[in-house]
């Protein structure tokens, strides 16, 4: 055969394969509400162009069905690297009409090449998560490729050293069970269609066989369960089209790999803007709640945050956004929620969010409106002090520029995990309405009263009066009397104040004490 026949042959081939499952699959896809692999990477390159990494895996024989004719298109994995807004990445599409999606032999060599990559060529890697996971065929005829699970696990401990190196995101835009469902739990960014994303260790047919529970797959592991209840998940999106915008976005906020700087995009929000609404934000009264999130669009550049885990842990907010064009990441308690006192999941969410933020090099931003932790013999059965702990741990490793603005309340162990001026922030602000101080006036009686009063509580006017004695106390200008505050700002001024603290800090260094490494409570 000469050249030309061959590259028929070639093209022929491909043709094929760019088939996936075959035309009922690809319509069983579209009916279910999902686009199929190849059309998602159609609409996450840019003009849909990609070099495909193992077009031409298969299953080479291994569980290939009584006639020994069964070559699964791709393996049931796409395996590509592109352009996305103009930087290349790399992603893995699992092939859902090709066998569920499942993990071969074959397909999981492909992803491991596209790994090595990435890793090498340090570009983000997306994984589009349609997968039943690792495959079971019916014909288990081939011994040796059972016990080809004894080598299997590189995709987890590749994932792992990938860490902090690359961006990871896995977008859950169908089932990830069993081990597609770790894919998730070890990436940075995990958005979910609504009730199409799922993952679970096990998926349903799983669980009924080994406790008797009969469960649907979104009551199992849903959208809705990962993204409000678990936070294994970073937020729902309506379709196929709205998760691969939230990646892309996602992505314009991150350098390629921790040895960039983040990306810069033209800005025409002044950095000096003020914004006179901010001197309303806040109630008379310091016991009612208000919107985090108001102050939180008022002051980054045109509003515009990606909010991470947003129906997660409510009572903290953690999204990026940018200042100047430079992107930041910002952690602000949310008073509209539990009073915007930190819990357990809220701990994990800042902790996690703090760790990503700090790999990839971008400044921190403080928004402090706390009441402390969360005390009780629930939360301390639950491991509160741990969580707390962990909180502690990673905002204190950071060495990103950290700037904090002390909002309203700051009070206990909550005033540290926010970063308070023990921690190191590289600017630190209050508004005329800052409280800094163990905990809150009326804590402080219920503490103390029977030293001040004996075995009668105090009269309800005695009480306010010592209310308002302590409370004239806790005043930001005695805190920035002792220096322990940079300056107290007009509210308008704090798009001002923060973009000044993150200039003042851009070329930092920190050397941290020489250690294999800190020890991160779990």
């Known amino acids: 055969m000469n050249m030309r026949e061959l590259v028929q042959g070639l093209e022929a081939r491909r043709e094929i394969i760019r088939q996936m499952g075959g035309p009922e699959r690809v319509d069983k896809q579209h009916a279910r509400g999902k686009w199929t692999a190849r059309e998602r990477l159609a609409a996450f390159f840019d003009d849909g162009l990609y070099f495909e990494v193992g077009m031409h895996g298969t299953q080479m024989g291994m569980f290939s069905g009584p006639t020994g004719q069964d070559k699964p298109p791709a393996d049931a994995v796409i395996c590509a690297f592109g352009q996305v807004e103009g930087r290349l990445v790399c992603s893995v599409a699992y092939d859902f ?24 060529g340090r570009c983000p890697i997306v994984w589009f998560i349609d997968s039943g996971g690792a495959r079971i065929d019916a014909d288990t005829s081939h011994a040796d490729a059972v016990s ?48 199409i994303g799922s993952m679970a260790l096990g998926g349903p047919s799983l669980v009924k066989a080994v ?29 196929d089209e709205a998760c691969i915008a939230a990646v892309k976005k996602y992505l314009s906020f991150f350098p390629s790999s921790s040895e960039e700087a983040p990306p810069v995009r033209a800005c025409s ?32 550049d045109d509003g515009d945050i990606l909010d991470i885990k947003p129906r997660f842990a409510r009572n903290i907010v953690t999204c990026l956004a940018r200042f100047g064009g430079k992107p930041v990441g910002i952690v602000a308690n949310q008073p509209n929620w539990l009073g915007g006192i930190l819990d357990i999941d809220a701990a994990d969410k800042a ?47 950071a060495t990103v520029p950290k700037i904090t603005v002390v909002v309203r309340k700051a009070y206990g162990a909550g005033y540290y995990v926010m970063c308070g001026r ?53 005043d930001p200008f005695k805190v920035a009397g002792w220096g322990l505050v940079d300056d107290v700002i007009d509210p308008r001024d704090t798009r001002r104040a923060v973009a000044w603290g993150l200039e003042l800090a851009k070329n930092k260094r920190v050397d941290p004490p020489r250690r294999r490494r800190g020890i991160i409570p779990v």
Not at 99 to 109: D, Q, S, V
Not at 360 to 388: C, N, S, W, Y
């Open 422 to 474: 023990a921690f190191e922030p590289d600017l630190i602000g209050a508004w005329p309405t800052a409280e800094i101080s163990v905990m809150g006036a009326e804590g402080m009686i219920g503490i103390l009263w029977k030293k001040l009063f004996g075995d009668d509580p105090p009269t309800e006017v005695a009480k306010r009066e010592l209310v308002r004695e302590i409370g004239s106390r806790i």
């Open 269 to 300: 929000d002044p950095i000096d803007r003020r914004d006179e609404s901010l001197l309303d934000l806040l109630p008379e009264s310091g016991k009612k709640p208000y919107d985090m999130y108001r102050l939180v669009r008022a002051i980054v």
């Open 351 to 397: 902790a996690h969010f703090i760790q990503i933020c700090d790999a990839f090099q971008l400044p921190l931003v403080f928004l402090q409106d706390v009441p402390g932790f969360m005390v009780g013999t629930k939360v301390e059965a639950q491991g509160i002090i741990r969580h707390g702990a962990k909180m502690l741990h990673v905002m204190s490793a």
């Open 97 to 120: 009409t090709v066998k569920g999606g499942t993990i071969g032999y074959t397909g999981e060599e492909k992803v491991t090449r596209l790994r090595h990559m990435a890793e090498r």
């Open 148 to 195: 080809l699970f004894a080598g299997t696990g590189h995709l987890f401990r590749e994932q792992v050293a990938m860490s902090g190196v690359v961006p990871q995101v896995a977008a859950m835009v169908g089932p990830g069970a069993a081990g597609t469902a770790y894919i998730p739990g070890l990436a940075d960014y995990v958005p979910m269609v609504k009730g």
């Open 211 to 239: 406790t008797g529970q009969d469960v649907s797959e979104q009551d199992l592991g849903g959208s809705k369960i990962h993204s409000e209840v678990s936070g294994v998940g970073d937020g729902e999106f309506a379709n």
